[in-house]
């Protein structure tokens, strides 16, 4: 479940985003909609999918986080229209209605990934134990390359750093606290 580095990584190009908006600036909307498209084909067409068809079912089958789970399905629809949003938004729309779409999907998205990671993902792999835990690893993988094509996860990686050139945020030291 490497994926949530990728959505981390376009959370923050929409925090730039609407930030720039805000200040009346012009962010780079071609890249922006590229970075929306990054989140429907790997988060919600793949991750989320996922997660619908093989995680959140056995928790549910064992009765257990069954309240987070129904949250999380809840979210993941959410996410969905705010994505679309965020594309039509891209090609033309009001500037402070795109900044609110932006900080509404990464407000949702960033307790929605963390609850993923340390509560969620720990309990699955409980309930799984480790052998089984690595082979539908194995069974992930391989869909992967099937929804994401060849270069799969390493694909949208390259794909994200080369937004982050166009804005102009892909020298990481330059967050470093000074």
């Not at 908006?21 to 790997?42: E, H, N, S, T, Y």
């Not at 089958?61 to 969905?80: E, N, Y």
């Not at 779409?101 to 993923?116: G, K």
């Amino acid at each position: 479940m490497r994926e949530h580095g990728v959505l981390r990584r376009v959370m923050f190009l929409y925090d730039e985003a609407a930030q720039q908006l805000d200040a009346r600036g012009a962010p780079p909307l071609d890249a922006l909609a590229q970075a929306a498209g990054i989140v429907r084909r790997v988060i919600e067409d793949y991750h989320e999918k996922l997660e619908e068809k093989f995680v959140f079912p056995r928790m549910e089958k064992a009765q257990k986080l069954t309240d987070l789970t129904a949250v999380l399905r809840k979210q993941h629809v959410a996410g969905r229209d705010v994505t679309a949003r965020i594309v039509a938004l891209c090609k033309g729309g009001d500037p402070r209605a795109l900044s609110e779409s932006l900080r509404v999907f990464n407000r949702m998205y960033r307790p929605h990934a963390a609850r993923e990671d340390t509560v969620l993902f720990p309990a699955f792999h409980d309930l799984l134990g480790h052998k089984a835990y690595a082979e539908l690893g194995e069974k992930f993988e391989d869909e992967e390359k099937k929804q994401l094509g060849h270069e799969g996860f390493e694909g949208a990686v390259a794909e994200i750093a080369k937004l982050e050139e166009q804005f102009g945020m892909a020298d990481l030291d330059r967050f470093t606290p000074r």
